[in-house]
């Protein structure tokens, strides 16, 4: 079982940037990926960006690409996501993921492992 724990969200004007972090704990041996997705009001949950956990290889939706960037420190257990230049669209609870699959998830169904979210408000 593996627990995931994010920080980092929270309110920024368009433009600005914010940093968030997820903190794993248990069972990550078998973890092929971690990363985000994330979920709009009325929206379905989607794919952001993910990294390998043992290559540091990194895959990031077309939305975000150029603007964010997803890091990895496997002696504390933890992924970043750096992200910059906002805007009101990326507004969303943002949710940490494992997969124990995949290494480059894009679905959902892909994803063994989720966090409670961290809601990102991006104001115009």
């Known amino acids: 079982q593996v627990q995931l724990v994010e920080s980092g969200g929270g309110l920024v004007q368009a433009g600005g940037s914010l940093r968030l972090s997820c903190v794993a704990s248990?069972?990550?041996?078998?973890?092929?990926?971690m990363g985000w997705f994330r979920q709009a009001p009325g929206k379905e949950r989607e794919f952001v960006a993910t990294?390998?956990?043992?290559?540091?290889?990194?895959s990031y939706a077309d939305s975000v690409k150029g603007r964010f960037t997803i890091s990895r420190d496997n002696a504390k257990n933890t992924v970043y996501l750096q992200m910059s230049t906002l805007k009101p669209e990326d507004t969303a609870v943002y949710f940490c993921v494992v997969s124990g699959s995949y290494f480059y998830p894009r679905r959902s169904s892909e994803i063994t492992y989720w966090g409670q979210g961290t809601q990102v408000t991006v104001s115009s």
């Open positions: 248990g069972r990550l041996l078998n973890a092929y990926s």
């Open positions: 990294i390998t956990w043992t290559g540091g290889s990194t």
